[in-house]
């Protein structure tokens, strides 16, 4: 079984940092892809960032510049940087991870921007 969680959201001012991480746990797959996603408020979920397990990287064009997202690959870790936050990153941020036809996600973790 795989155990996906996260920690590292709270309230932060505009323009802030925080920093995100997924710890996963379980029988996984050696070649597999990580991912953060956020919900806001009456909104579809939406991907944030995702990194292979080879270090690709890819990026929502709303997050360029402002977001990193990077693993170490031995302990299955993924983590987010966020800088520069705005009020619209406001959601719950979800760690995703997949390989071949397998998706597991956490629980969420919530990331508020506000003055």
């Known amino acids: 079984q795989v155990q996906l969680v996260e920690s590292g959201g709270g309230l932060v001012q505009p323009g802030g940092s925080l920093r995100l991480s997924c710890a996963a746990s379980?029988?996984?797959?050696?070649?597999?892809?990580m991912a953060w996603y956020r919900q806001a408020p009456g909104k579809l979920r939406e991907l944030v960032a995702d990194?292979?397990?080879?270090?690709?990287?890819n990026y929502a064009d709303s997050v360029k510049g402002r977001f990193t997202i990077s693993r170490e690959g031995a302990k299955n870790t993924a983590y987010l940087q966020m800088n520069s936050l705005k009020p619209e990153d406001t959601a719950v941020y979800y760690c995703?991870?997949?390989?071949?036809?397998?998706?597991?996600w956490g629980q969420g973790t919530q990331v508020t921007v506000s003055s």
């Open positions: 995703k991870l997949t390989w071949s036809w397998h998706g597991y």
């Open positions: 379980g029988s996984i797959f050696s070649i597999n892809t």
């Open positions: 990194i292979s397990s080879g270090g690709s990287t």
